[in-house]
């Protein structure tokens, strides 16, 4: 809620309007390639309001899509997908294609003959130390680059910390809390929260605790949002 | 909870107002906003338009 304090040399003529960031809370896995997609089709709705932009403080929050998959699978997404899910290669192949040339519509050069399929839960465990050391969005950005562009395994905890370390989260620190699995209860507690919400899939955003947005939506959907509740705050503080 | 909030949304990103619906569809505290029902979630280890049925990527 805005916050307004008085000017004490002119309190008669003058107020100072503080207002608190518009809160963003995004359900979202690092495996899954709408997500990244939707972070930046966000990104783009906050962009487009130019000036009008209000300020925002985005919180992630973890949602593991496929808890049954192995650290280390040996194949492709594509074979991921045909032989372990039991879908037609070439549909994966086709399904694959369409999520590409979309990411490349975001301005992502998604790579899935370089991706490595694995379990996100350690990567989750990390993004919740990286928001207790306030480098969270450094992070997952660097998190879904690693996985959909770079082809870097993202479930292994020594690769991680390289990850970690290049957004500036201190390595040794970096280890411990994925070893320790000290974030795991953390991570849970999201998957939680997102159940109770009746959150099925992601990305999931939820703008002031109030609206909420499922999907990878365009990104005027996102400024309309904003604006809604930026207009809405302003209504509440005239 | 996602095909059910979206069965009833315009095909277009229309207005703000337009877009928000409240739903009794999931327990979701939040009231809805339903942009464009072509936007893509993922569940699972599929990813697909909520309310066609089938996965799409």
Redesign the interface.
């Known amino acids: 809620m805005p916050r307004t304090a008085g000017n004490t040399a002119s309190a008669a003529s003058v107020r100072l309007i503080v207002t608190s960031p518009i809160k963003i809370d995004i359900w979202s896995?690092i495996a899954?390639?709408?997500?990244y997609?939707g972070k930046r089709h966000l990104e783009g709705g906050i962009a487009a309001l130019g000036a009008d932009a209000p300020d925002v403080e985005i919180e992630y929050h973890s949602f593991e899509?496929?808890p049954d998959?192995p650290v280390d699978f040996e194949g492709s997404e594509v074979d991921?997908?045909a032989k372990h899910?039991g879908?037609p290669a070439d549909?994966v192949q086709q399904?694959?294609q369409?999520?590409t040339g979309?990411a490349a519509n975001a301005g992502l050069d998604y790579d899935f003959d370089a991706l490595q399929h694995t379990k996100t839960l350690k990567a989750h465990e990390l993004l919740h130390f990286a928001k207790s050391q306030g480098l969270q969005l450094e992070l997952s950005e660097r998190l879904f680059r690693a996985y959909f562009t770079e082809g870097r395994h993202v479930g292994r905890v020594d690769e991680l910390v390289e990850l970690a370390a290049e957004v500036g989260l201190d390595a040794d620190a970096a280890r411990e809390a994925l070893e320790s699995g000290r974030y795991a209860a953390a991570v849970q507690a999201d998957i939680a929260q997102a159940g109770?919400?009746?959150?099925?899939?992601?990305?999931?955003f939820?703008f002031e605790?109030?609206?909420?947005?499922?999907?990878?939506?365009?990104a005027?959907?996102f400024s309309?949002?904003l604006?809604?509740v930026a207009g809405e705050r302003d209504g509440a503080a005239a | 909870?996602?095909e059910r909030?979206?069965a009833a949304v315009a095909s277009e990103?229309v207005?703000?107002s337009e877009?928000?619906a409240a739903t009794d569809a999931?327990?979701?505290?939040?009231?809805?906003?339903t942009?464009?029902p072509a936007?893509?979630?993922?569940?699972?280890?599929?990813?697909f338009i909520?309310g066609t049925g089938g996965?799409?990527?």
Not at chain 1, 196 to 204: E, L, M, R, S
Not at chain 1, 209 to 214: D, E, F, H, P, T
Not at chain 2, 26 to 33: E, G, K, L, N
Not at chain 2, 39 to 47: K, L, S, T
Request: with cysteine; charged share 15%; hydrophobic share 45%.
């Open positions: 896995d899954c390639p709408w997500c997609i899509l496929a998959t991921f997908l899910k879908l549909r399904m694959l369409h999520v979309v109770a919400y009746g959150i099925n899939g992601v990305p999931f939820v605790g109030k609206y909420g947005v499922s999907g990878a939506q365009p005027e959907v309309q949002v604006t809604q | 909870m996602s909030i979206d990103p207005a703000m877009t928000t999931a327990p979701s505290p939040f009231t809805m906003v942009g464009d936007a893509m979630v993922c569940e699972g280890d599929v990813c909520p996965a799409a990527d």
